[in-house]
């Protein structure tokens, strides 16, 4: 089955093609020198299992294979192959002691394993490593039956430590384990018969695919047991894309009839068709979807870049949000899919995976004092920080919204004070897991602030788009339950952090009096409804500058506390790691640098020989007191006049970093981006700065001066988002920009490098938006934007200048000291957009502290590098937040049937196809894609067939006897033209009718890159 083909694009470590008698070594032979090896004790005492546990804590064995065993340590996710769950008594029975001391002492380095597993004979004696044995023995339980999970009627732990033990995984690949060399093993159930594929392991040359060559191992009969070989055979056959069997025996494998031959997809799809069931619709047989259920999630922000001890400063206060949507997807008896809301009589569960609280070993937010009531101490019941960043937003009697009549300010509620904050919840009440909110069509969500002088007030801001199941702004860490051992946050380090976290919802029945009751089951593979999610949250990576010489000496000053303040820790604290004694110093030696600039106080009472508070009476600053910032809400500032009004907090901290390091790359675009904003990865062996992709030193200066930052790594954008993924494929469906920038930007010597931050956040994504005269967004008329036109127009339309060169060198493209230093004029020569005004004379950047950052007026839009109907919704549903005339925030936009456009390509910086194989920074997501996927292995946009039954070319069954019935293509840009606004009452009829297919082919042929 092995295919000696060159290594694919994108492909993990892809193991070389050998000669027969090289590979009969991949099968894993028992060495005679560990056969029928006896433990020298009975593994069953209590002392032996007792002194066992205490190997394996010491060892360090939980970071892989989890503090109970179960695979799922905090460095599994990264892992290829993955630890295997040493609590599955159906696996551990199969293996001898014998076998077991083997592997523990000579590790997985040598084929067929190649693991992460070390080889233990130098580090423990004898007696130790059969302790270790002895431990591991005892904590294996026999798992109920709702639990055991059978392939082929093979327990599947056991199947795939089949699949690792024989080499299989060598070459080929199985739930997305493995490698590339071979095809994906997880679908051979559907295309071949059980006998086929016993006769393919035990005389592999006897039927040679096309496109294969014979260069399996000949003797898999002799050197693998009779026992193994059945057990395998039934595991493969039972392989039927993910639809494993729940208990019992396995199903057929479908026959291939000759209806089916002719359902084989033609017409060029990313995807493959085949390996899903099929089913006659009025006569014509469709593929179904592969899960008749599905749930969509994401986050409403790009990334959450947020402190975990809050003892000196807070940025951005923690605030991480579980959203999602739920579809019921086509049926012969119902082939149109629907959007599920409670009136379907379903709740959605959520939580985060192995993350269930932050406050103690993993966060320091509510133990911080604060004075919340501004009585001018920090005793009072409340008093506490997490109570204290939200009292600026309020509410009158609910969520909703509502106002009643006569209201005034002694009848606000204000988050923080009225209503606190509990420990491990979010400032909506929303704890770490428990069943989500769901928003109608007006959104939810919804509280007030005051402006920015006090003229205006209550301003709502709608925080959840309509049609979401929300669970909102939840303290997440980056750091997974147990990470730390109980201990104290004085200890984290930076392989402790897990930025790319599991969240999971599922679907949950729910009875006549409202309460959730079981979870739902689906009815296409028996599995409980319960989808992953990633919800990416990393801490902003001050420490390495601020805690070194670096940003401690700026002309004729000289900052030294932060020495003070780290050898405090040092000194007092040794369990303290140096990455959080230099933590703690960044933040003093910010604060004292920010106290001689600009005059403040903060370290005004710092004490440097305090065990708490060190601060004094004033405690914590939160920079949002002075700095506005709308995506905290925060539209009014601290001392803040009209005469003297203060940076909003976004344009403060990027004007100071770009004026002052810059730090061009070989290519003249600027590195503090990714140095500053947070930098770790989803494996953690590539979280130390100053390694690997880092882009920083732990001196604090940038590693990609004589290269391209482009290929630096981790974070909130770069190795991670589909626009710096050189495996991304098109479509692009792309403007005259875009086409620029994927030729000029994106591609550097014939290789497709992605996109930098500067090249979306710049000023071109505002002067288009302040351009936009919109009408219809996905169908905009002549004179309504500037994103149709040519570069040449645009160009003239901006700077009133044919000068392309100079558009783009200023407006697309910018770098260090260019002409009119744009990176830095960017934020502080900023005007904010025309915004509507919020009352007489008053428009609404001039009633916010935080002017139109993270408003749309101030991001940029898909519409800037994409042709429509590859746009945002139309904006104005969510003012001040987005504008009518004007394209909304992808976060708010939907598509048809009022799905969400996250729900599809995912949140933005982690859009699908995120970047996989070496260096890739979020595998999660990745891992979320292919949950949807056809074929097991496309991980791009949704697709049609993820909801609706399609025909061979992949178009749904509403589409059929249209001009579209045979082309994938030009059926997603009509898919993409329909809106909630005016797209959901159309029939199919009257929908091809408003879209021809002409105009949508037309849009393919001309903009599909």
Same mark, same amino acid.
């Given at each position: 089955?092995?295919?000696?083909?060159?290594?694919?694009?994108?492909?993990?470590?892809?193991?070389?093609?050998?000669?027969?008698?090289?590979?009969?070594?991949?099968?894993?032979?028992?060495?005679?020198?560990?056969?029928?090896?006896?433990?020298?004790?009975?593994?069953?005492?209590?002392?032996?299992?007792?002194?066992?546990?205490?190997?394996?804590?010491?060892?360090?064995?939980?970071?892989?294979?989890?503090?109970? #065993?179960?695979?799922?340590?905090?460095?599994?996710?990264?892992?290829?192959?993955?630890?295997?769950?040493?609590?599955?008594?159906?696996?551990?029975?199969?293996?001898?002691?014998?076998?077991?001391?083997? /592997?523990?002492?000579?590790?997985?380095?040598?084929?067929?394993?190649?693991?992460?597993?070390?080889?233990?004979?130098?580090?423990?004696?004898?007696?130790?490593?059969?302790?270790?044995?002895?431990?591991?023995?005892?904590? #294996?339980?026999?798992?109920?039956?709702?639990?055991?999970?059978?392939?082929?009627?093979?327990?599947?732990?056991?199947?795939?430590?089949?699949?690792?033990?024989?080499?299989?995984?060598?070459?080929?690949?199985?739930?997305?384990?493995?490698?590339?060399?071979?095809?994906?093993?997880?679908?051979?159930?559907?295309?071949?018969?059980?006998?086929?594929?016993?006769?393919?392991?035990?005389?592999?040359?006897?039927?040679?695919?096309?496109?294969?060559?014979?260069?399996?191992?000949? &003797?898999?009969?002799?050197?693998?047991?009779?026992?193994?070989?059945?057990?395998?055979?039934?595991?493969?056959?039972?392989?039927?894309?993910?639809?494993?069997?729940?208990?019992?025996?396995?199903?057929?494998?479908?026959?291939?009839?000759?209806? !089916?031959?002719?359902?084989?997809?033609?017409?060029?799809?990313?995807?493959?068709?085949? #390996?899903?069931?099929?089913?006659?619709?009025?006569?014509?047989?469709?593929?179904?979807?592969?899960?008749?259920?599905?749930?969509?999630?994401?986050?409403?922000?790009?990334?959450?870049?947020?402190?975990?001890?809050?003892?000196?400063?807070?940025?951005?206060?923690?605030?991480?949000?579980?959203?999602?949507?739920?579809?019921?997807?086509?049926?012969?008896?119902?082939?149109?899919?629907?959007?599920?809301?409670?009136?379907?009589?379903?709740?959605?569960?959520?939580?985060?995976?192995?993350?269930?609280?932050?406050?103690?070993?993993?966060?320091?937010?509510?133990?911080?004092?604060?004075?919340?009531?501004?009585?001018?101490?920090?005793?009072?019941?409340?008093?506490?920080?997490?109570?204290?960043?939200?009292?600026?937003?309020?509410?009158?009697?609910?969520?909703?919204?509502?106002?009643?009549?006569?209201?005034?300010?002694?009848?606000?509620?204000?988050?923080?004070?009225?209503?606190?904050?509990?420990?491990?919840?979010?400032?909506?009440?929303?704890?770490?897991?428990?069943?989500?909110?769901?928003?109608?069509?007006?959104?939810?969500?919804?509280?007030?602030? %005051?402006?920015?002088?006090?003229?205006?007030?209550?301003?709502?801001?709608?925080?959840?788009?309509?049609?979401?199941?929300?669970?909102?702004?939840?303290?997440?860490?980056?750091?997974?339950?147990?990470?730390?051992?109980?201990?104290?946050?004085?200890?984290?380090?930076?392989?402790?952090?897990?930025?790319?976290?599991?969240?999971?919802?599922?679907?949950?029945?729910?009875?006549?009096?409202?309460?959730?009751?079981?979870?739902?089951?689906?009815?296409?593979?028996?599995?409980?409804?319960?989808?992953?999610?990633?919800?990416?949250?990393?801490?902003?990576?001050?420490?390495?500058?601020?805690?070194?010489? /670096?940003?401690?000496?700026?002309?004729?000053?000289?900052?030294?506390?932060?020495?003070?303040?780290?050898?405090?820790?040092?000194?007092?604290?040794?369990?303290?790691?140096?990455?959080?004694?230099?933590?703690?110093?960044?933040?003093?030696?910010?604060?004292?640098?920010?106290?001689?600039?600009?005059?403040?106080?903060?370290?005004?009472?710092?004490?440097?020989?305090?065990?708490?508070?060190?601060?004094?009476?004033?405690?914590?600053?939160?920079?949002?007191? =002075?700095?506005?910032?709308?995506?905290?809400?925060?539209? /009014?500032?601290?001392?803040?006049?009209?005469?003297?009004?203060?940076?909003?907090?976004?344009?403060?901290?990027?004007?100071?970093?770009?004026?002052?390091?810059?730090?061009?790359? !070989?290519?003249?675009?600027?590195?503090?981006?990714?140095? =500053?904003?947070?930098?770790?990865?989803? &494996?953690?062996?590539?979280?130390?700065?100053?390694?690997?992709?880092?882009?920083?030193?732990? %001196?604090?200066?940038?590693?990609?001066?004589?290269?391209?930052?482009? &290929?630096?790594?981790?974070?909130?954008?770069?190795?991670?988002?589909?626009?710096?993924?050189?495996?991304?494929?098109?479509?692009?469906?792309?403007?005259?920009?875009?086409?620029?920038?994927?030729?000029?930007?994106?591609?550097?010597?014939?290789?497709?490098?992605?996109?930098?931050?500067?090249?979306?956040?710049?000023?071109?994504?505002?002067?288009?938006?302040?351009?936009?005269?919109?009408?219809?967004?996905?169908?905009?008329?002549?004179?309504?934007?500037?994103?149709?036109?040519?570069?040449?127009?645009?160009?003239?339309?901006?700077?009133?200048?044919?000068?392309?060169?100079?558009?783009?060198?200023?407006?697309?493209?910018?770098?260090?000291?260019?002409?009119?230093?744009?990176?830095?004029?960017?934020?502080?020569?900023?005007?904010?957009?025309?915004?509507?005004?919020?009352?007489?004379?008053?428009?609404?950047?001039?009633?916010?502290?935080?002017?139109?950052?993270?408003?749309?007026?101030?991001?940029?839009?898909? !519409?800037?590098?994409?042709?429509?109907?590859?746009?945002?919704?139309?904006?104005?549903?969510?003012?001040?937040?987005?504008?009518?005339?004007?394209?909304?925030?992808?976060?708010?936009?939907?598509?048809?049937?009022?799905?969400?456009?996250?729900?599809?390509?995912?949140?933005?910086?982690?859009?699908?196809?995120?970047?996989?194989?070496?260096?890739?920074?979020?595998?999660?997501?990745?891992?979320? !894609?292919?949950?949807?996927?056809?074929?097991?292995?496309?991980?791009?946009?949704?697709?049609?067939?993820?909801?609706?039954?399609?025909?061979?070319?992949?178009?749904?069954?509403?589409?059929?006897?249209?001009?579209?019935?045979?082309?994938?293509?030009?059926?997603?840009?009509?898919?993409?033209?329909?809106?909630?606004? %005016?797209?959901?009452?159309?029939?199919?009829?009257?929908?091809?009718?408003?879209?021809?297919?002409?105009?949508?082919?037309?849009?393919?042929?001309?903009?599909?890159?």
């Amino acid at each position: 089955m092995a295919q000696a083909t060159p290594e694919p694009e994108g492909a993990d470590t892809v193991i070389a093609i050998l000669a027969d008698e090289q590979r009969e070594r991949w099968s894993a032979q028992l060495p005679e020198t560990y056969a029928d090896i006896e433990p020298p004790f009975s593994l069953d005492e209590q002392s032996v299992v007792a002194a066992g546990e205490t190997v394996y804590l010491e060892q360090n064995c939980a970071i892989c294979h989890g503090w109970t #065993g179960k695979g799922d340590g905090p460095f599994s996710p990264g892992m290829n192959p993955r630890p295997i769950d040493l609590t599955d008594a159906a696996l551990m029975n199969r293996l001898g002691n014998d076998y077991l001391f083997w /592997r523990l002492s000579e590790g997985g380095l040598q084929p067929p394993f190649l693991s992460a597993m070390p080889a233990f004979e130098p580090m423990l004696t004898q007696e130790k490593r059969w302790q270790a044995i002895a431990y591991l023995r005892s904590i #294996g339980t026999e798992p109920s039956e709702e639990e055991i999970v059978l392939v082929g009627g093979v327990d599947f732990q056991v199947g795939m430590n089949l699949l690792q033990t024989h080499g299989c995984l060598a070459c080929h690949r199985y739930n997305e384990r493995g490698n590339f060399v071979g095809p994906d093993l997880q679908q051979m159930g559907a295309k071949y018969s059980r006998e086929y594929l016993h006769r393919a392991l035990v005389d592999p040359s006897a039927d040679i695919p096309a496109g294969f060559t014979d260069t399996m191992p000949k &003797n898999y009969a002799e050197i693998i047991s009779a026992e193994d070989l059945g057990l395998l055979t039934n595991f493969l056959a039972g392989s039927v894309g993910d639809r494993s069997t729940a208990g019992g025996e396995p199903e057929e494998p479908p026959t291939e009839t000759e209806e !089916a031959v002719e359902l084989v997809a033609t017409s060029g799809l990313p995807f493959d068709l085949s #390996g899903l069931a099929t089913a006659d619709f009025n006569g014509q047989a469709l593929f179904l979807p592969p899960n008749f259920y599905n749930i969509f999630i994401n986050y409403e922000l790009g990334m959450h870049c947020v402190g975990f001890d809050m003892s000196y400063c807070c940025v951005i206060p923690p605030y991480n949000s579980i959203q999602a949507q739920a579809v019921r997807g086509s049926s012969v008896e119902e082939p149109m899919p629907k959007l599920l809301s409670p009136d379907d009589g379903v709740a959605l569960k959520y939580g985060v995976e192995n993350n269930t609280y932050s406050e103690g070993d993993k966060m320091q937010y509510w133990s911080i004092a604060k004075d919340v009531n501004g009585d001018g101490d920090m005793d009072d019941p409340g008093d506490n920080f997490a109570n204290y960043v939200w009292t600026h937003l309020y509410i009158y009697e609910d969520l909703e919204g509502s106002i009643p009549d006569g209201a005034t300010e002694e009848d606000r509620l204000h988050v923080g004070q009225e209503i606190r904050v509990q420990k491990d919840h979010g400032p909506s009440g929303m704890p770490m897991e428990g069943f989500a909110v769901y928003a109608d069509e007006d959104g939810g969500n919804v509280v007030f602030t %005051d402006s920015r002088y006090g003229n205006l007030s209550n301003i709502p801001l709608i925080l959840t788009a309509s049609y979401l199941w929300d669970a909102l702004g939840l303290p997440l860490t980056a750091f997974d339950d147990g990470v730390i051992g109980g201990g104290s946050h004085r200890t984290i380090d930076e392989i402790h952090f897990q930025p790319y976290q599991y969240s999971r919802v599922t679907l949950h029945e729910v009875g006549e009096d409202g309460t959730p009751g079981d979870p739902i089951e689906d009815a296409y593979n028996g599995d409980i409804v319960s989808f992953i999610g990633t919800n990416p949250v990393d801490i902003p990576n001050c420490v390495w500058c601020h805690s070194s010489d /670096r940003a401690n000496r700026f002309g004729q000053n000289d900052y030294r506390l932060y020495q003070t303040e780290y050898t405090y820790w040092v000194e007092n604290y040794p369990d303290i790691s140096d990455y959080m004694a230099r933590l703690s110093a960044s933040m003093i030696g910010i604060l004292e640098i920010h106290d001689d600039k600009h005059d403040t106080d903060f370290l005004a009472e710092y004490d440097p020989d305090a065990a708490t508070n060190r601060l004094g009476s004033k405690g914590p600053v939160h920079c949002a007191d =002075c700095h506005g910032d709308n995506v905290q809400g925060r539209l /009014r500032s601290t001392d803040e006049t009209p005469e003297e009004p203060l940076n909003p907090l976004t344009e403060s901290i990027h004007m100071v970093h770009l004026s002052a390091v810059a730090d061009q790359d !070989a290519f003249g675009r600027t590195q503090s981006c990714q140095m =500053c904003h947070p930098t770790h990865m989803q &494996n953690p062996d590539l979280n130390i700065s100053g390694e690997d992709f880092s882009p920083i030193n732990q %001196d604090g200066t940038p590693r990609f001066s004589e290269g391209d930052i482009r &290929n630096a790594g981790g974070g909130c954008y770069l190795r991670r988002d589909a626009h710096t993924n050189p495996d991304a494929r098109p479509p692009f469906f792309l403007n005259a920009v875009g086409e620029y920038l994927l030729a000029e930007v994106a591609t550097e010597g014939g290789e497709l490098r992605g996109l930098y931050c500067t090249n979306c956040h710049n000023h071109n994504a505002q002067a288009l938006y302040h351009a936009d005269t919109l009408v219809h967004a996905k169908n905009p008329g002549e004179g309504e934007t500037l994103r149709s036109l040519t570069l040449e127009e645009i160009a003239r339309a901006v700077t009133g200048s044919d000068d392309v060169e100079t558009y783009v060198a200023y407006y697309l493209d910018p770098k260090v000291g260019g002409e009119g230093n744009p990176l830095v004029a960017f934020y502080k020569d900023h005007l904010p957009a025309a915004l509507p005004e919020v009352a007489e004379g008053a428009s609404y950047a001039d009633a916010s502290a935080g002017e139109d950052w993270w408003l749309a007026a101030g991001e940029p839009h898909c !519409a800037d590098c994409h042709v429509a109907p590859f746009v945002e919704s139309m904006g104005g549903a969510y003012f001040p937040i987005d504008q009518q005339g004007k394209y909304s925030l992808f976060r708010y936009s939907k598509g048809h049937a009022n799905i969400a456009c996250q729900s599809c390509h995912e949140s933005i910086h982690g859009l699908y196809s995120v970047r996989t194989g070496e260096g890739a920074a979020d595998q999660t997501t990745h891992e979320q !894609a292919l949950q949807f996927s056809p074929d097991g292995e496309y991980a791009g946009p949704v697709t049609c067939v993820a909801c609706h039954a399609v025909n061979s070319d992949g178009v749904p069954s509403q589409l059929l006897g249209t001009e579209y019935e045979n082309d994938y293509w030009a059926s997603v840009v009509l898919m993409h033209f329909i809106t909630p606004e %005016d797209g959901e009452e159309m029939t199919p009829e009257e929908l091809v009718e408003a879209y021809p297919y002409e105009r949508s082919r037309g849009i393919v042929e001309e903009a599909m890159r």
